[in-house]
């Protein structure tokens, strides 16, 4: 991302590693975070993307020192209760927002469309990054990740809780197995890192198994 100091701009939180790592590139180029954004299902329990509780998303913005605005909506329902939001933040002057996306072209097609829908920049810091650099670059600057969600073919359940580390990364690519989970194997959860005030505490709850996909609930301490 080119250097735009003070340019306020909120970021695209899933949670996980990717939207993270952007959100700390954003910041190093001298951006303003103002909020976090982040779809929720429709009962407005869990995030719709990791399936995260709201009272982890919330300790997670706590310890980043950012606002966090969210919406319940359904996949149906998705790209018009993301552009309302969107116009909310317009209003309190945020003109850019900041996305996790590396390289899957229609990603980078929808932020860019539901931007400029509100007259706002898309920004993506990760883009065209390689994607095991992406997780080495996460893991170098000291960020703290595990692994929440897998998907039933690629990874098996024994990766849940599984934190994010070169050795990891070394048996992810002897599978045959994205490093980044571009492909829906696996989602992360951030707990800590340099630009956390302090680490999200967690404790491991029940597995659950839906749709495909194996996922570790966890609740904050």
């Known amino acids: 991302m080119d250097k735009e100091n003070n340019i306020r701009f909120f970021s695209s939180w899933s949670g996980g590693k990717d939207s993270c790592l952007a959100l700390y590139y954003a910041l190093e180029n001298g951006g303003q975070a103002k909020k976090l954004l982040t779809m929720l299902v429709d009962s407005g329990e869990r995030s719709r993307s990791h399936g995260l509780a709201v009272d982890l998303l919330n300790k997670q913005a706590e310890a980043l020192n950012i606002p966090i605005i969210t919406a319940s909506t359904s996949w149906d329902d998705y790209e018009e209760n993301f552009i309302n939001l969107l116009e909310k933040l317009k209003k309190d002057k945020i003109n850019a927002g900041v996305f996790g996306d590396i390289d899957l072209e229609e990603h980078r097609y929808w932020v860019e469309k539901v931007c ?13 990054m390689d994607r095991r650099e992406v997780i080495e670059k ?33 048996e992810l690519e002897e599978i045959g197995v994205d490093v980044c989970g571009e ?7 951030v ?21 495909g996909y194996i996922f570790q609930n966890i609740e904050v301490k």
């Open 116 to 128: 400029k829908k509100v007259d706002m920049k898309a920004k993506l810091p990760l883009w065209q």
């Open 138 to 170: 996460f893991i170098e600057l000291g960020f703290e990740a595990e692994i929440i969600v897998v998907k039933e073919k690629k990874l098996e359940e024994r990766f849940l809780g599984r934190k994010l580390s070169f050795e990891l990364i070394n």
């Open 183 to 189: 492909n829906g194997e696996y989602h992360t959860v």
């Open 191 to 211: 707990l800590d890192g340099p630009i956390f005030s302090k680490k999200v505490a967690i404790e491991r709850k029940e597995k659950v198994k839906s749709k």
